[in-house]
């Protein structure tokens, strides 16, 4: 487990290259849920995103802790452990391995993946559960609960659908309205029908624990207006919630999950731990995790405590846009009410104050050929058969580009295959190759510059790459990542211009040889350049392309999975990880003359246009 290294040297926000004092950043990522494979739409919202700003805020000296894991209770798990016949521990333990696999073949560069059934992450769901309760802020409350009428067994929120009373819309859950975002109660509901097989729930007492959010309202409204810089959208959506907060059930009727941890209520069978509240937990029992197996178990709280050494560490939560509740009021809530910061005021618990949300990274939903995705409906392309017949960096290259960061995009095999031939492939690829290629043909290595110097085309071209060391990174740092990788294109379209005026190839005379070697110097230079700037976006090929340009050692640094056992005796299981203090810096780097180089292999595929039918027909089943 990697304890987190440090550059010194990096390119500051203003693009100049200073000594940087290295901050502690959390890059807190969306839990997948446990119950099937990831699709492109899933790792577009929270996997591409979250992995590109990590990779830079490493690149420029940030210590950088990445968490997350699976997210493996609640009803929908049960529901399907009881309809395949195997339990839910069984189906949670087949679909983390599946997800893990898939995370690992995009490269997302995780300090820990972990999941939410090791005992562990229940101790720490428990702790804060406790420590609200006793400041006041989890009290328990009779409501009504909804069951089936023909098995008796209760219904959860997520499995009735009826239409909004607020909106109207007809498909609103019974916990969320994904139309106009607002909290709901089954019970609230027109027309309510149960998921599950259509009848209409019946309504009966049940006793449970609700977050107090009212009393929690204040401290989130004045944390609230002090967020700068968010995604417009984010931040108005967020306020709004605001307007009209009510205590939320945070338990439920439910044998799956974590107990909850009061006298009377501990060995209750029937009784669980909402899994919304468990799975925003996990992001700080994730990185306690990772501080247990690093050595330092109290090295988590460099990125956690609003006290001492972790009292400015900036967090960064990445999730798609039906999430952003969870993550801009329920998740502060729950951290301000453990801290003792609500009008019931209260006492920090054990794991002391706890640092609020830096902000909260949404993205908007991505669509496949016009369409919604949906499993059931075929309307898919899960990770892990995209990557069995695609790059990973041609669906990071997708993501980064055409992407979902503010607006809702659809995914179209046409306009993957143009981004990939004709941008990746025609544009990114045929730079690096001609200017290797030629390199290597006439001078077998980097070649020299003239010692008449540069001319102004070449001090041109060589000023654009440094300018977007600085252009690059403000956009990363800033969540426009689409603003970025363009930036970052920029440059390489300019390069292939260069090369396209200054013609070396035209350059055979011996007295030419000199000015043939400064063209290729000066391409060779900006091709490392851009490899630098595109490494956060595409660590596959920077790799490729250090390798190439005669580099050695480790560029940009990859995940591994390993098989670990749980730190408190629970069962084994596979865990993303990797050491990222080695790799690349953000900063241009002076390539050294005579390194010798190859003729090189295309980097990136081109595909084939009949791959669009193909991909169609698939959809069409």
Request: proline content about 7%; aromatic content about 10%; hydrophobic content about 40%.
């Amino acid at each position: 487990m990697r304890l987190g290294g440090a550059y010194w040297f990096a390119t500051l926000p203003s693009g100049s290259l200073g000594l940087l004092v290295m901050s502690h950043v959390l890059a807190a990522v969306a839990w997948p849920y446990a119950n099937g494979p990831r699709h492109i739409g899933h790792v577009s919202g929270f996997g591409v995103p979250s992995d590109v700003f990590a990779r830079y805020m490493r690149m420029t000296g940030h210590d950088v802790l990445m968490v997350s894991g699976t997210d493996e209770h609640g009803t929908p798990i049960q529901v399907q452990a009881d309809a395949e016949g195997v339990t839910p521990r069984e189906l949670a333990d087949r679909y983390n391995r599946v997800i893990v696999a898939d995370l690992h073949g995009l490269g997302l560069s995780y300090d820990l993946f972990t999941r939410t059934t090791t005992r562990n992450h229940y101790a720490v769901v428990q702790e804060l559960f406790e420590g609200m309760y006793r400041n006041g802020y989890i009290v328990p409350k009779t409501t009504m609960g909804a069951i089936s009428p023909s098995t008796g067994r209760t219904l959860p929120d997520r499995y009735i659908e009826g239409t909004c009373p607020i909106c109207g819309y007809e498909s609103a859950r019974g916990d969320q309205c994904d139309s106009c975002g607002n909290q709901l109660d089954p019970i609230d509901l027109r027309n309510p029908k149960s998921k599950i097989n259509g009848e209409t729930p019946e309504f009966i007492e049940t006793e449970h624990f609700f977050l107090d959010l009212p009393a929690l309202a204040g401290v989130l409204r004045q944390w609230l207006d002090t967020r700068e810089g968010w995604r417009p959208n984010v931040l108005r959506f967020s306020k709004n919630l605001l307007d009209d907060l009510q205590p939320r059930a945070i338990t439920r009727d439910l044998e799956w999950g974590v107990p909850i941890p009061l006298e009377g209520w501990r060995d209750r069978g029937d009784k669980r731990i909402y899994v919304w509240f468990d799975a925003v937990i996990g992001y700080l029992s994730a990185s306690i995790e990772w501080a247990r197996r690093s050595g330092d178990p109290e090295a988590w709280r460099r990125w956690w405590s609003a006290d001492g050494q972790g009292k400015d560490a900036p967090g960064y939560y990445f999730m798609g846009k039906d999430n952003i509740v969870f993550h801009s009021v329920i998740w502060p809530a729950l951290l301000a009410g453990y801290s003792g910061e609500g009008s019931r005021d209260g006492q920090p618990g054990e794991l002391g104050r706890m640092n609020l949300p830096t902000e909260v990274v949404s993205s908007e939903f991505l669509t496949m050929e016009g369409r919604k995705f949906s499993s059931s409906r075929r309307v898919v392309i899960y990770v892990r058969d995209f990557l069995e017949r695609y790059d990973a960096d041609a669906l990071r290259y997708f993501i980064a580009v055409a992407g979902p960061e503010s607006n809702d995009t659809d995914f179209t095999w046409a306009e993957f295959l143009r981004r990939n031939n004709d941008e990746l492939v025609a544009g990114w690829g045929n730079l690096v190759n001609r200017s290797i290629s030629m390199a290597a043909k006439n001078f077998g290595a980097i070649p020299p510059v003239d010692p008449a110097g540069l001319t102004e085309a070449d001090e041109a071209l060589l000023a654009v790459a440094r300018a977007g060391f600085g252009a690059v990174g403000e956009l990363i740092g800033r969540h426009r990542q689409k603003q970025a990788i363009g930036e970052a294109m920029k440059v390489v379209a300019e390069a292939n211009r260069y090369l396209s005026e200054q013609a070396p190839w035209k350059l055979k005379s011996e007295a030419d040889r000199p000015r043939m070697g400064t063209i290729l110097h000066v391409a060779l230079q900006v091709v490392s350049d851009a490899n630098t700037l595109l490494t956060p976006f595409l660590p596959h090929s920077a790799q490729k392309i250090h390798e190439l340009l005669g580099g050695t050692g480790v560029h940009a640094p990859m995940p591994v999975v390993e098989e670990v056992e749980d730190l408190d005796g629970g069962p084994a299981y596979p865990v993303l990880t990797g050491d990222y203090s080695v790799g690349a810096r953000w900063e241009s780097v002076p390539l050294e003359v005579g390194r010798p180089l190859d003729p090189p292999k295309p980097v990136f595929r081109k595909l084939d246009p009949s791959i669009v039918d193909e991909e169609l027909a698939r959809l069409a089943g």
